[in-house]
């Protein structure tokens, strides 16, 4: 009876975080952001995206919560083990792309949701906010 507890919370934080990262994609476009790939993975891990502002190519890490949230904000999450880990995947990028000697941004979009139904993916975003250069 847990194991299907757990996988319908890890299937609702799935959700969440497509959802998340989906919203973040059509801001940045917004913004006039070329996006050169979402979900990036190699052995180390995942690019959430990338992107390209300005002649600078710009790794973006998605981190979303919901308003009722009790393990703090999605900006909060991001710490030092992850800093270090997206910087490491995004070598790899780079490498693998022949992309080394480019300028190199790390952003972070934190976003917050609230549940607008009963649906698990039925959500409205609070507040989005766009940390440029955040690490």
Not at 25 to 54: H, M, P, T
Not at 121 to 135: G, N, T
Request: hydrophobic content about 40%; some cysteine.
């Amino acid at each position: 009876m847990s194991k299907a507890s757990n996988t319908g919370k890890r299937d609702d934080r799935r959700s969440i975080g497509v959802y998340g990262e989906a919203q973040a994609v059509d801001y940045l476009l917004r913004q006039g952001y070329e996006i050169l790939g979402r979900n990036w993975r190699c052995r180390s891990g995942e690019l959430d995206i990338i992107a390209k502002f300005d002649g600078t190519i710009v790794i973006v890490e998605v981190r979303t919560r919901r308003a009722s949230g009790r393990f703090g904000t999605a900006a909060e999450s991001v710490d030092y083990r992850k800093q270090h880990r997206v910087r490491s995947i995004a070598e790899v990028f780079l490498s693998v792309n022949k992309l080394h000697g480019c300028p190199v941004r790390f952003d972070v979009i934190a976003i917050t949701l609230a549940q607008t139904g009963m649906l698990p993916a039925s959500y409205e975003v609070v507040e989005l906010r766009h940390i440029a250069s955040a690490f």
